[in-house]
C-alpha cells in the first residue's frame, strides 16, 4: 500500500493567518516542508482520499493525485469536512464521463446544511456522488477499510488491510482510540499527535496520551500527523524530536509512505 500525507497540519495550520510567530514567519518564507495544511491522507492503491479540509484542493495539486474515486470521512468537524466542494471541482463538466466519487460516511450521516439545503443530498441530486451510510467496513477489490468507532461517540479510525499489511490511521481524537487485540503489532499506525501544550481532558495530549497509547500497540513504524501550529514547533524543531523517539516519525506535506 502507498499513501501520500497530502497534509500534516491541524485545525489550525501553518502558517496561521496572520500570525507573526517565527514558526508561521518561516513557513510563509520557506513553503514546504514547514508549510503544513489540512489534515488528509490519500491511499493510492484504490484512489482512497480520507477527509477533506479547507485546503484539498491545493493539496491534492500540490503533491500531483490526479485519481480520487472514494472520499472516506472520519467526522464531521470543520477541519476535516469543509473541503468537500471538492466533489464539485472534481465532478463538474465531467458528470458523463467519471465515474461517481464514493462518499463514505458513517453510519449516522454527516448533516452538513446551509440555510435548510442539505449539501451532501445536492451532490446526490447532480448526479456527482453516490453515498454510502454506513459503519460497516469498505471493501474495494482486495482493500479492507474497517471503521473503528472512537469512544467519543462520533470520530473514527480505520483498520485498513491490503497486501497482507495491516495499517491503523487515527486522524484525530486520538485518546478515544481504545487499545483492542486486532490492533496490536499493525505493519503503520498514522496518528494525530495531540497537542503539547494544551493539556485539558477534552483534548488528546502527545505526551499525556498519544505516546503511551503507542506504547501499548506497539506497531512497527508511527507517523504523526494533525500538527498544530498552536504547539509553536517548526519542522526543524520535529525533526530533532523524532531522533529521540523510536520508530516514530513526524509527517511533513507531501511525505510518502509505503508498505
Ligand atoms: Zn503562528
Ligand atoms: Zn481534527
Request: net charge negative.
Amino acid at each position: 500500500m502507498k499513501f501520500t500525507i497530502l497534509g500534516s497540519g491541524g485545525a489550525i495550520r501553518i502558517p496561521k493567518a496572520c500570525c507573526t510567530c517565527d514558526v508561521c514567519t518561516e513557513a510563509r518564507l520557506e513553503g514546504f516542508p514547514y508549510k503544513r495544511l489540512g489534515q488528509s491522507l490519500y491511499l493510492h492503491d484504490e484512489g482512497v482520499l480520507f477527509d477533506t479540509p479547507e485546503d484539498i484542493n491545493e493539496e491534492l495539486n500540490d503533491h500531483k493525485v490526479m485519481d480520487v474515486k472514494h472520499i472516506v470521512f472520519s467526522h464531521w468537524h470543520p477541519d476535516h469536512l469543509l473541503g468537500c466542494r471538492i466533489i464539485e471541482s472534481i465532478m463538474d463538466g465531467e458528470e458523463n464521463t467519471r465515474e461517481q466519487l464514493q462518499v463514505h460516511m458513517p453510519e449516522d450521516g454527516i448533516d452538513l446544511n446551509i440555510e435548510g439545503n442539505s449539501i451532501f443530498s445536492s451532490y446526490e441530486n447532480l448526479g456527482y456522488i453516490d453515498l454510502i451510510q454506513s459503519d460497516d467496513a469498505i471493501k474495494i477489490n482486495d482493500l479492507s477499510i474497517e471503521k473503528i468507532k472512537l469512544s467519543n461517540g462520533f470520530a473514527y479510525a480505520f483498520l485498513i488491510e491490503g497486501n497482507n499489511k495491516k495499517v491503523l490511521y487515527c486522524p484525530c481524537h486520538t485518546k478515544h482510540l481504545a487499545v483492542t487485540e486486532a490492533l496490536l503489532d499493525v505493519d503503520l499506525f498514522i496518528t494525530s499527535k495531540g497537542y503539547s501544550v494544551i493539556s485539558d481532558e477534552e483534548n488528546t495530549n502527545f505526551e499525556r496520551d498519544t505516546l503511551p497509547l503507542i506504547a501499548k500497540l506497539k506497531p512497527k513504524r508511527t507517523v504523526i500527523t494533525h500538527i498544530e501550529e498552536t504547539d509553536k514547533m517548526s519542522f526543524d524543531d520535529y525533526l530533532m524530536w523524532e531522533m529521540h523517539l523510536e520508530d516514530i516519525e513526524f509527517a511533513f506535506d507531501g511525505m510518502t509512505i509505503e508498505v
